[in-house]
């Protein structure tokens, strides 16, 4: 089944909210290998003006994992996850994601563009915080493999 090429403009229902728990941020910082101590140590990110310690910037993909579920999961999507490789993931931060935050997610598919045998899918997912402001905008590019 090739994927829904009217899936483009597409929403979905805003995920639950995720709570971002400080360990969460230093066990994603340890995993990247990131070395800034405002990821690790409250103190040094309160000095710096931060409310706690500061997730690296690619640690919204946990947030946006929760919504490209929602797109991976419908249907009517016709995307089967097996054939499925991550093209491209992007970022637009209107401030850095901190621990305490309480985000929540949108997906909005933007293209689907068949090349070739295969589709490129391109979806983002704008994450606010628990007041609604923009934190972050993640946009992730899926090809998803034709028929060998």
């Known amino acids: 089944m090739p994927v829904n090429a009217e899936l483009a403009g597409r929403s979905y229902p805003a995920a639950a909210p995720y709570l971002v728990g400080r360990e969460k941020v230093r066990e994603f910082a340890r995993a990247v290998l990131a070395t800034s101590p405002l990821n690790f140590d409250p103190e040094a990110a309160?000095?710096?003006?931060?409310a706690d310690v500061v997730a690296p910037p690619t640690f919204a993909v946990v947030v946006q994992e929760h919504t490209l579920a929602q797109l991976l999961a419908d249907p009517d999507a016709g995307i089967d996850f097996a054939r499925v490789v991550?093209?491209?993931q992007r970022f637009r931060f209107t401030r850095p994601i901190v621990a305490g935050d309480e985000l929540t997610g949108t997906l909005t598919v933007t293209s689907v563009k068949t090349l070739g045998g295969h589709s490129m899918v391109t979806a983002e997912t704008s994450i606010v915080d628990a007041g609604g402001a923009h934190v972050v905008t993640a946009i992730s590019s899926l090809?998803?493999?034709?028929?060998?």
């Open 46 to 50: 309160r000095a710096a003006g931060y």
């Open 86 to 88: 991550h093209g491209d």
């Open 143 to 148: 090809v998803v493999r034709g028929d060998e």
